[in-house]
């Protein structure tokens, strides 16, 4: 049988269209260079360069010396320690949260939007204010003190004990970011059909059954980006390290992370290039990271 080849008309005025998409895509273009892509350009530039700021900023180029001191370097190793101990029991404990959260919600409980409003007051309320709240709370005298006291417990220095200040961080972190990931759950367990269930139902499946084998599959993809999101979150933790220990780090560099490490680099110590050397050591580690969660659960199906 002879193949029959269907002939389109050609298009006239093809360049003009794809200047008329160009001319479209110039703002996003013109926006990622400025503020993306010449940013990273200059972080490499920083990272292989000794930067004098003092009295007109001067370059020396030094090569790869500002990495090979990340080696050497043991407030790096802590710095390093800490935020994957903080990553490695925030991400999960808020993801857990928020599935929990969103599940209760979408059962169909009373006042479900006052619910969800009051649930997402902690995402909308400033950081900084948040952590001074908890500051107040974990103080020696302050309302967790006070209520321990009350029934009889003993006080404790929540805050300058190098065991125990990141882990008041955790909590604290926990609690507020949660909701923000509830609200994706949520719109993603609105998005499974009903009729998933209904069937379920018919087949004698009761709850723990659909959430196993339906609810936790549909919502794969919604997981992913949850835990990327919360990973890149929360190895950027810097606001609430920077206030709770004044921007030393401390108690005995028990909440120093990595990116108060790059803010301490550049404001106190004035080292430019090793800071843009510890800026890359920690997107290196977020990417791959990101790059095994994709490939171990979150990634597109084809």
């Keep these: ?17 794809n200047l008329a998409g160009y001319l479209f895509l110039a703002p996003t273009i013109l926006v990622l260079g400025i503020f993306v892509i010449l940013p990273i350009l200059y972080a490499v530039f920083l990272s292989l360069q000794k930067v004098q700021l003092l009295g007109g900023i001067e370059y020396e ?6 990495f090979s ?6 407030r790096v190793w802590i710095a390093l320690k800490n935020t994957a101990e903080y990553v490695m029991i925030v991400v999960p404990s808020q993801t857990i949260l928020a599935l929990f959260l969103a599940v209760t919600l979408n059962s169909g409980i009373r006042g479900k939007s006052w619910w969800r409003v009051l649930f997402f007051l902690p995402t909308v309320t400033s950081s900084a204010v948040l952590t ?5 709370i974990y103080n020696t005298n302050g309302l967790l ?3 321990l006291s009350a029934v ?8 300058g004990d190098p065991n125990v200040a990141l882990k008041a961080i955790m909590i604290m972190n926990i609690w507020s970011t949660a909701p923000f990931f509830m609200v994706i759950y949520l719109a993603g367990l609105q998005d499974i059909p009903k009729s998933l269930y209904e069937a379920a139902e018919l087949d004698g499946a009761n709850g723990w059954h659909k959430f196993i084998h339906i609810t936790l599959p549909m919502l794969n993809p919604v997981t992913f980006f949850v835990v990327a999101m919360g990973i890149i979150g929360t190895f950027q933790l810097f606001d609430q390290s920077y206030i709770f220990s004044k921007g ?6 028990a909440t120093l992370t990595v990116v108060l490490l790059i803010y301490q680099a550049v404001f106190r110590n004035l080292q430019m290039g090793y800071a843009a050397a ?18 171990l659960f979150g990634g597109e199906k084809n």
Excluded at 69 to 74: F, R, S
Excluded at 132 to 136: E, G, V
Excluded at 152 to 159: E, K
Excluded at 278 to 295: D, E, G, K, M
């Design 1 to 17: 049988m002879q193949q029959l080849t269907r002939q389109y008309p050609k298009t006239k005025g093809r360049p003009t269209e």
């Design 152 to 159: 009889g417990f003993p006080t404790y220095n929540w805050l």
């Design 61 to 66: 180029f030094v090569g790869f010396r500002n």
């Design 248 to 253: 030393t780090g401390g108690p005995n560099n």
């Design 132 to 136: 001074l709240i908890f500051m107040w």
């Design 278 to 295: 510890i800026a890359f050591l920690l997107a290196a580690v977020i990417i791959t990271i990101t790059l095994i969660q994709r490939r």
């Design 145 to 147: 003190n006070d209520f």
């Design 69 to 74: 001191q990340l080696v050497e370097d043991e």
